[in-house]
């Protein structure tokens, strides 16, 4: 009996596995592939190390892009580069670090559509905001995590093919990396009722949340990021955000492009007692990237002015009288 149910087990898989589909990239003999050698051209960022880079290259057409090219995907360890071997033809070639782990890809099919794409921010993720905050005005954009480091690079169009003359270079690949992610520090001077222990919840809206490579520009869609802010040394409220920049569909370099920046751009404040404060800081990112003068413009200061918060907690825990239910009409002035 064991014996029968086994064999009919065995029949059973092997008729499954007959009627299975297997669809897989194109494979070819070692023989078949012509080496290639990567190099990563780090010129636009020197201080730049990062641990593993990924390279996708994908087989087109000289006539054209083809729908679906195959794609080979190359992961390089440190950033100096390397030597692959791959199938002669004609190709597209797309690549970022992959040392990183607030990200994720988008459109990856193809080479124009490739992204990468900021990962969800939601409250069951673990960070050290009391909650996701939300912008009055922009509750339809996505919660999303701040950024890693992120380079990326795109070479169109070259041929790998195999020489007559075994001796022959291999063909060499430069990748001129460039940073797609900024830092942005908001501070606000001369904040009222500032104590030590005060940490508050910030968002800001309309930032980047994906960028093309292969296009040379940020994803159309922007979300929201949430970060902390908190007593410095001198007295200020001070927070810090890296991000993609600011708006969609915008140019992956640092200087600002000769189309004026149409995104909006509210930071929003609270705490965990119910108080909270909205401002417009759009002139405040916009003129900052677009000013000719700036000479880190990968590093961006938002400076605000005259912040009003409510009063710390009385001892005892008793909440500070007057308190209430203001709702921040304070107006915050540029500096």
């Known amino acids: 009996m064991r014996i029968a149910l086994l064999t009919s087990m065995l029949l059973m898989l092997l008729t499954m596995a007959a009627g299975c589909d297997h669809i897989e990239l194109e494979e070819r003999p070692a023989s078949l592939r012509v080496p290639v050698k990567i190099v990563f051209d780090w010129e636009a960022a020197p201080e730049a190390a990062p641990k593993e880079m990924t390279v996708y290259f994908y087989r087109m057409s000289e006539r054209g892009m083809t729908r679906n090219p195959l794609r080979y995907v190359y992961e390089l360890r440190g950033s100096t580069g390397g030597t692959i071997m791959i ?5 597209c070639a797309v690549c970022h670090n992959s040392d990183t782990d607030c990200h994720g890809l988008t459109g990856h099919d193809t080479y124009e559509d490739f992204g990468i794409r900021l990962s969800d921010l939601t409250s069951a993720s673990p960070t050290h905001f009391t909650r996701p905050l939300k912008v009055p005005g922009a509750e339809d954009e996505r919660l999303a995590w701040s950024a890693d480091y992120m380079w990326v690079s795109a070479v ?120 909270s404060h909205t401002h417009d800081v759009t002139s405040h990112i916009h003129d900052y990237h677009s000013s000719p003068g700036i000479s880190d413009p990968e590093n961006i200061v938002v400076e605000l002015d005259s912040l009003t918060l409510p009063p710390p907690l009385l001892q005892g825990g008793g909440a500070a009288v007057g308190v209430g239910g203001w709702t921040g009409t304070d107006e915050i002035l540029g500096r």
Request: proline share 6%.
């Open 156 to 275: 169109e169009g070259f041929t790998v093919r195999a020489s007559a003359d075994a001796a022959a270079e291999p063909l060499t690949l430069v990748f001129e990396m460039l940073p797609v992610t900024h830092h942005y520090t908001f501070i606000v001077h001369h904040p009222s009722n500032l104590t030590l222990s005060t940490r508050l919840n910030a968002s800001v809206s309309g930032m980047s949340g994906t960028v093309h490579p292969a296009r040379g520009v940020t994803g159309e869609e922007t979300v929201t990021h949430s970060f902390l802010m908190e007593a410095n040394d001198r007295g200020e409220l001070e927070g810090h955000l890296l991000t993609f920049g600011h708006c969609g569909n915008r140019p992956l370099s640092t200087r600002a492009d000769e189309e004026p920046a149409e995104g909006l751009h509210i930071l929003a404040l609270s705490n965990d007692r119910g108080w």
């Open 87 to 91: 199938p002669s033809g004609y190709y």
